[in-house]
């Protein structure tokens, strides 16, 4: 039998989300509830935008917006 890779059941769901929010903690948070994840669900930011991805994504101070 060929193997075809490693079935996960029970994935996780990624989402990835815009934020406008300067401090890393509340960035997080904010975006917890927008979403209604539970505080069980494993939420972290990955990096802080540059400048010019900033002006290309249309957002406003504490807004979130889906990726």
Not at 30 to 39: D, L, N, Q
Request: proline share 4%; charged share 20%.
């Amino acid at each position: 039998m060929r193997w075809v890779g490693a079935v996960v059941h029970g994935a996780p769901l990624l989402q990835y989300f815009n934020v406008a929010i300067a401090d890393e903690a509340e960035a997080v948070e904010v975006t917890r509830k927008r979403c209604g994840a539970s505080k069980d669900a494993m939420m972290t930011s990955v990096r802080a935008l540059s400048a010019l991805e900033v002006a290309s994504i249309p957002l406003m101070p504490g807004e979130v917006k889906a990726a």
